[in-house]
T-cell receptor
């Protein structure tokens, strides 16, 4: 168990409302990631962080923002949720040591439904 | 454009036989490859990886083979067990190491 939790685990919201998903890790991994999983697409990277206050965009970043003010927390915000953002969101962590090329460990996921 | 492709959405194998899951990639910059296993309502779990300097890596019942010239890798599970029934994702990263590019997954069913 890599010590990674996500909250909330399930959320239903309405179009146009802001939503924030939280990823929390307890093992001091340097890198943190947000992915979304949709049928027919596998997992796609939204944003990632390579350190506190250091973030960058992934493949599907439009409509999302992130923040990382401390090592253990990585927040994903949907400023104004749309139905196309209905998905399962996974947080992942990596980089416990100096190696960049190591496996990513995934959280349990957050199922978000935008009505 | 999908850079990692798993062309078989599903695979059914009898218990005790070999399961072979295939993955193709298009980006020649990829140098690290991973397989993840995913059960419903859970996050993906890391299974095995291989770097581009190798052509084979084994871990117990799981072996990954990499053919760089063909841009192809495969995961062999021997012997297959009913608990192996899950969705398997192939993933790859380039030398930055940050982003993983995932395939769409192959659903493996191991029947008794």
């Amino acid at each position: 168990d890599a010590g990674i939790t996500q909250s909330p685990r399930h959320k239903v919201t309405e179009t146009g409302t802001p939503v924030t998903l939280r990823c929390h890790q307890t093992e001091n991994h340097r890198y943190m990631y947000w992915y979304r999983q949709d049928p027919g697409h596998g997992l796609r990277l939204i944003h990632y962080s390579y350190g506190v206050k250091d973030t960058d965009k992934g493949e599907v970043s439009d409509g999302y923002s992130v923040s990382r003010s401390k090592t253990e927390d990585f927040l994903l915000t949907l400023e104004s949720a749309t139905s196309s953002q209905t998905s399962v969101y996974f947080c992942a962590i990596s980089g416990l040591g100096l190696a960049v090329l190591d496996e990513q460990f995934f959280g349990p996921g957050t199922r978000l439904t935008v009505l | 454009d999908q850079q990692v492709k798993q062309n078989s959405p599903s695979l059914s194998v009898q218990e005790g036989r070999i399961s072979i899951l295939n993955c193709d990639y298009t980006n020649s910059m990829f140098d690290y490859f991973l397989w993840y296993k995913k059960y419903p309502a859970e996050g993906p779990t890391f299974l095995i990886s291989i770097s581009s300097i190798k052509d084979k890596n084994e871990d117990g019942r799981f072996t990954v083979f990499l053919n760089k010239s063909a841009k192809h890798l495969s995961l062999h599970i021997v012997p297959s067990q009913p608990g192996d029934s899950a969705v398997y994702f192939c993933a790859a990263s380039a030398n930055s190491g940050y982003a993983l590019n995932f395939g769409k997954g192959t659903s493996l069913l191991v029947t008794p």
